[in-house]
Nanobody
Framework: QVQLAESGGGLVQAGGSLRLSCAAS????????MGWFRQAPGKEREFVAA????????RYADSVKGRFTISRDNAKNTVYLQMNSLKPEDTAVYYC???????????????????WGQGTQVTVSS
């Protein structure tokens, strides 16, 4: 069992930056693939970024590629999402999630992730 807690959300103007953190506790969290997802009002939860348990493989949604960077510090049991050049359409609740690795590449499908945090709100004003 892994417990996840997001932090770092807030209100930012378009073009600004935020860094989200996801602190993991419980079973050895460094052995899990980790992902960030987001959900805007009235929309389905969508994939944002994912990182393999080793940090050696990362994946991004096309909508955030080049603007967001996912990273992890296994010594601190923490995953980060650095978000730059934010746009109003990035406004959503952001969730981190974890899954036991089945392959070396982290999944992008929301239904493959087992453990979820409570989410943190990111609001980008125009």
């Amino acid at each position: 069992q892994v417990q996840l807690a997001e932090s770092g959300g807030g209100l930012v103007q378009a073009g600004g930056s935020l860094r989200l953190s996801c602190a993991a506790s419980g079973r050895t969290s460094s052995t899990y693939h980790m992902g960030w997802f987001r959900q805007a009002p009235g929309k389905e939860r969508e994939f944002v970024a994912a990182i393999s348990w080793s940090g050696g493989s990362t994946r991004y949604a096309d909508s955030v590629k080049g603007r967001f960077t996912i990273s992890r510090d296994n010594a601190k049991n923490t995953v980060y999402l650095q978000m730059n050049s934010l746009k109003p359409e990035d406004t959503a609740v952001y969730y981190c999630a974890a899954v036991n690795p089945m392959t070396s590449v982290p999944p992008t499908n929301v239904y493959e992730y087992v453990y979820w945090g409570q989410g943190t709100q990111v609001t980008v004003s125009s």
